[in-house]
């Protein structure tokens, strides 16, 4: 895992000079994911939001399946972060116990269940790492917008949602898609990732303001 | 930091917010702790942010959808489920910590004014021991410095003070909790954050007529570029 990555970061000094084919296709690995325009995919999202709902009533049969999912993927997450086999486990295994007990304040309306597990993971793993906090504000905490909440009728249904954010996570180009992987893969600030990349600092926030914008109109969000 | 125009809301929203790459960095994880608290609080009088903060996480959820799953090997679904009939057993303390949640309610009307995420950090503004660093510029610590060279503190200055001039090996965040500033990108007022990197130089001025309150977050040093500057610099610990 790490050497995949060490060898994606190797072919990825190059970028925007040379268009070595085998670096667009490793970093197009993301975009060119076989699930992007998948109904299944979405299916699989609904499915997964209805278990996350299941859980908070007790379900284990529900939880059984979320772990089934979930807890390989978390392991891998903190695998391509780094962290050891046996940490990655545990990490996992946090995982999954804070989304049993947690499952009662997931709401459906307002993230996809792969969302709101790479939430938990990324604060346990903040927690175990670094013994820091992450900073948050909860959702009764917003200072004076308490009616900020969408619309029932803007609220995209979760299915259409997963849909259209897979579509624009395969409509990345592959240096979009590169650094949006090193951003959330590498544990690194955007000047290391810059360096990584020989580009300057500009490029790398300039790529994921882009990567951003696409994300933002396939979620429906587009005029802001 | 991108200034954006002002939703049609009644309330005053902020106008300088955190780029979408510190969005996506936060979102991430990726960023330290004394900077993800400043990117917190402009969160906190934010929505618009707070919405873009969903996208990063439903992206941060679609890449760990897609990575390819990492066989386990000591984990499994049966020690886990020991671990919760044990967690949920009558008579264990855990169970009774099963609900709360991440951040609390304010303990009090005293602490109604401080954005949640730094009620962590601080009981109440009005509680805090200031020390004094210049003239017009008070000061207390929240996270003493980190081996990567990350700090955060609040910085109170009177009105019409203005902060050394100075440059930053790194990024810096600045967000206002009370009162005004202003530098050479424009004025910032509650909720408002600065975000300043690479080679800029910069000089806030506290610029209405009661003291500005503001959290300041680095990852790197300040480098003070007067000679006033310099004189402060091992004593304002930035």
Request: with cysteine; glycine share 6%; net charge neutral.
């Given at each position: 895992m790490i050497a995949q990555l060490a060898s994606l970061l190797t072919h990825a000094a190059g970028a925007d000079r040379t268009p070595d084919p085998k670096r667009i296709g490793q970093a197009a690995r993301v975009s060119a994911n076989p699930a992007a325009a998948d109904p299944a995919a979405a299916r699989l999202a609904a499915d997964q939001s209805a278990d996350l709902v299941a859980v908070a009533a007790g379900d284990r049969a529900a939880f059984a399946r979320l772990f089934a999912h979930f807890a390989p993927r978390v392991k891998a997450y903190m695998l391509k972060l780094g962290m050891p086999a046996q940490r990655a486990e545990d990490l996992a295994q946090d995982t999954m116990l804070s989304v049993w007990r947690k499952a009662s304040l997931y709401d459906p309306a307002k993230a996809e269940a792969a969302t709101?597990?790479?939430?938990?993971a990324r604060n346990l793993r903040i927690d175990m790492l670094r013994r820091e906090r992450h900073p948050e504000v909860s959702d009764d905490e917003l200072q004076e917008h308490e009616d900020d909440r969408p619309r029932a009728d803007e609220v995209?249904?979760?299915?259409?949602?997963?849909?259209?954010?897979?579509?624009a996570l395969a409509s990345l180009t592959p240096e979009q898609a590169e650094v949006v992987q090193l951003s959330f893969f590498a544990d690194l600030a955007h000047p290391a990732i810059a360096e990584r990349l020989d580009v300057p600092l500009g490029t790398v926030k300039s790529r994921l303001r882009l990567a951003m914008a696409k994300i933002r109109k396939a979620l429906g969000d587009d005029d802001r | 930091m991108t200034a954006r125009q002002p939703a049609a809301r009644q309330l005053v929203l902020p106008n300088h917010h955190p780029s979408d790459a510190l969005l996506v960095a936060y979102g991430a994880g990726s960023l330290g702790e004394g900077l993800s608290l400043a990117v917190a609080v402009h969160l906190a009088h934010c929505p618009d942010c707070r919405a873009t903060l969903a996208e990063v996480e439903a992206l941060g959820g679609a890449l760990l959808e897609d990575l390819p799953p990492?066989?386990?090997?000591?984990?499994?679904?049966?020690?886990?489920?020991?671990?919760?009939?044990?967690?949920?057993?009558?008579?264990?303390?855990?169970?009774?910590?099963?609900?709360?949640?991440?951040?609390?309610?304010?303990?009090?009307?005293?602490?109604?004014?401080?954005?949640?995420?730094?009620?962590?950090y601080v009981p109440s503004l009005e509680t805090l021991s200031w020390q004094r660093l210049a003239p017009g510029v008070r000061r207390v610590e929240l996270l003493p410095r980190t081996s990567s060279g990350g700090a955060a503190q609040l910085l109170r200055i009177a009105p019409g003070t203005a902060l050394p001039h100075h440059g930053h090996g790194g990024l810096e965040l600045t967000v206002v909790l009370s009162g005004h500033f202003?530098?050479?990108?424009?004025?910032?007022?509650p909720g408002d954050l600065a975000e300043v990197d690479g080679d800029t130089n910069h000089q806030p001025i506290a610029d209405s007529h009661r003291d500005c309150i503001c959290l300041i977050a680095t990852d790197a040093p300040l480098r003070f570029t007067g000679l006033m500057g310099r004189l402060m610099q091992p004593f304002i610990g930035l």
């Amino acid at each position: 895992m790490i050497a995949q990555l060490a060898s994606l970061l190797t072919h990825a000094a190059g970028a925007d000079r040379t268009p070595d084919p085998k670096r667009i296709g490793q970093a197009a690995r993301v975009s060119a994911n076989p699930a992007a325009a998948d109904p299944a995919a979405a299916r699989l999202a609904a499915d997964q939001s209805a278990d996350l709902v299941a859980v908070a009533a007790g379900d284990r049969a529900a939880f059984a399946r979320l772990f089934a999912h979930f807890a390989p993927r978390v392991k891998a997450y903190m695998l391509k972060l780094g962290m050891p086999a046996q940490r990655a486990e545990d990490l996992a295994q946090d995982t999954m116990l804070s989304v049993w007990r947690k499952a009662s304040l997931y709401d459906p309306a307002k993230a996809e269940a792969a969302t709101w597990v790479f939430t938990i993971a990324r604060n346990l793993r903040i927690d175990m790492l670094r013994r820091e906090r992450h900073p948050e504000v909860s959702d009764d905490e917003l200072q004076e917008h308490e009616d900020d909440r969408p619309r029932a009728d803007e609220v995209l249904d979760g299915d259409r949602r997963a849909r259209r954010l897979r579509g624009a996570l395969a409509s990345l180009t592959p240096e979009q898609a590169e650094v949006v992987q090193l951003s959330f893969f590498a544990d690194l600030a955007h000047p290391a990732i810059a360096e990584r990349l020989d580009v300057p600092l500009g490029t790398v926030k300039s790529r994921l303001r882009l990567a951003m914008a696409k994300i933002r109109k396939a979620l429906g969000d587009d005029d802001r | 930091m991108t200034a954006r125009q002002p939703a049609a809301r009644q309330l005053v929203l902020p106008n300088h917010h955190p780029s979408d790459a510190l969005l996506v960095a936060y979102g991430a994880g990726s960023l330290g702790e004394g900077l993800s608290l400043a990117v917190a609080v402009h969160l906190a009088h934010c929505p618009d942010c707070r919405a873009t903060l969903a996208e990063v996480e439903a992206l941060g959820g679609a890449l760990l959808e897609d990575l390819p799953p990492a066989p386990l090997e000591n984990l499994s679904l049966a020690a886990t489920l020991d671990r919760l009939e044990r967690e949920e057993a009558p008579g264990n303390p855990c169970k009774a910590m099963r609900m709360r949640p991440r951040c609390s309610r304010p303990a009090g009307p005293a602490a109604a004014s401080l954005p949640g995420p730094l009620r962590a950090y601080v009981p109440s503004l009005e509680t805090l021991s200031w020390q004094r660093l210049a003239p017009g510029v008070r000061r207390v610590e929240l996270l003493p410095r980190t081996s990567s060279g990350g700090a955060a503190q609040l910085l109170r200055i009177a009105p019409g003070t203005a902060l050394p001039h100075h440059g930053h090996g790194g990024l810096e965040l600045t967000v206002v909790l009370s009162g005004h500033f202003a530098d050479e990108l424009g004025r910032y007022g509650p909720g408002d954050l600065a975000e300043v990197d690479g080679d800029t130089n910069h000089q806030p001025i506290a610029d209405s007529h009661r003291d500005c309150i503001c959290l300041i977050a680095t990852d790197a040093p300040l480098r003070f570029t007067g000679l006033m500057g310099r004189l402060m610099q091992p004593f304002i610990g930035l």
